[in-house]
């Protein structure tokens, strides 16, 4: 036959379910707010902040590289795009149209 647990063995067991109930409970609602939607959302966002704020740091230092040849080809295409506005002042002028 089994002997009985002595009152002390029962209060130290008692106390330790107490403690590992409390363990569980905590990490579980710690989990839940992990898992919350509006959490995944604040995490998500900085996440893509911090992409994106890698990304423009890049993009900055690549413009100061080639800044003589994002010069060269945005003028190139300010000249582009307004050729024929320019040709038909010059086309005026010597028309003698004004």
Do not use: H, Y
Not at 14 to 36: C, E, F, M, W, Y
Not at 39 to 56: D, E, G
Request: hydrophobic share 40%; aromatic share 2%.
């Amino acid at each position: 036959m089994t002997d009985k647990p002595s009152r002390n063995d029962v209060i130290e067991q008692d106390g330790r379910r107490r403690s590992a109930r409390s363990t569980l409970v905590d990490n579980g609602q710690a989990a839940r707010l992990k898992i919350a939607p509006a959490a995944l959302l604040a995490r998500w966002k900085n996440r893509q902040s911090t992409k994106l704020s890698a990304m423009v740091d890049g993009g900055k230092s690549a413009a100061k590289k080639n800044a003589p040849i994002i010069g060269i080809t945005a003028a190139g295409a300010l000249l582009f795009t307004v050729r024929k506005p320019i040709l038909k002042a010059i086309r005026n002028l010597r028309d003698g149209k004004s």
